[in-house]
């Protein structure tokens, strides 16, 4: 069934230095994503979207790629701080065309 | 507003008992949606209300999982029995008709069923 993966479930990266985060969906018909900050003890927050239409969209600190040709996307952090310590998640649309599924997640750690 | 809020923030029961979770959307949203969440399986969708109406809980594990919202300021999700494979977070969420695929999250309700 179509469903939304992640490559890497752990990622480290020094402090100042930038993240990645990639994720993959298998539904071609994909037109909205969301990736979602989960810190320890708390609910996922949003963090930044993107619409199909759209192959890049900048936030504060925080860029979002869209790779439409291979079904990719990713979350790039820029100069990583301690308080990005967390776990990412990105979601994208089930079987049904909702968007309320959510990927395994990647847990980011940022060392000193 | 002060976001969703949820209650209790942490349960701990034996097994066989009854739990009932609790949860307050934000204020005008018009949909709800019940998440469990376990190291193994990660985040999963149980069951998602819009206008206080269950639209899909195929995400439901087994018949001791049942939710409600009586009212669009209040749901529930209740186990019964409970069983010690049923500890994990669940989360409540709520998001606004014109964009539902932004949810905003509680804090969540540790269950530990021993």
């Known amino acids: 069934g179509e469903s939304v993966g992640l490559h890497l479930p752990t990622l480290s990266v020094q402090e100042g230095d930038n993240s990645i985060i990639n994720c993959a969906y298998s539904n071609s018909a994909s037109d909205y994503f969301i990736w979602y900050k989960q810190e320890s003890g708390k609910g996922p927050q949003f963090i930044i979207d993107i619409r199909s239409n759209m192959d890049k969209r900048q936030g504060q600190r925080v860029t979002v790629l869209l790779n439409k040709t291979v079904k990719h996307l990713s979350l790039q952090i820029a100069a990583t701080q301690p308080g990005d310590s967390a776990v990412y998640f990105c979601?994208?649309?089930?079987?049904?065309?909702?968007?309320?599924?959510f990927g395994p997640g990647t847990r980011l750690s940022v060392l000193p | 507003d002060a976001g969703v809020i949820q209650s209790p923030r942490h349960e701990v029961t034996e097994m066989g008992q009854e739990v009932t979770l609790r949860c307050k959307p934000i204020s005008g949203h018009d949909y709800l949606f019940w998440y469990r969440q376990t190291m193994m399986r990660g985040l999963e969708l149980l069951i998602y209300?819009?206008?206080?109406?269950?639209?899909?809980d195929s995400g439901m594990p087994e018949d001791r999982f049942s939710a409600k919202m009586p009212n669009a300021s209040f749901s529930t999700l209740k186990i019964q029995p409970s069983e010690p494979r049923d500890s994990a977070v669940y989360f409540c969420a709520s998001s606004q008709r014109r964009d539902p695929v932004r949810a905003f999250f509680g804090q969540g309700t540790r269950l530990t069923v021993v």
């Open positions: 209300f819009n206008n206080n109406v269950p639209i899909d």
């Open positions: 979601r994208g649309p089930d079987n049904y065309g909702q968007n309320f599924v």
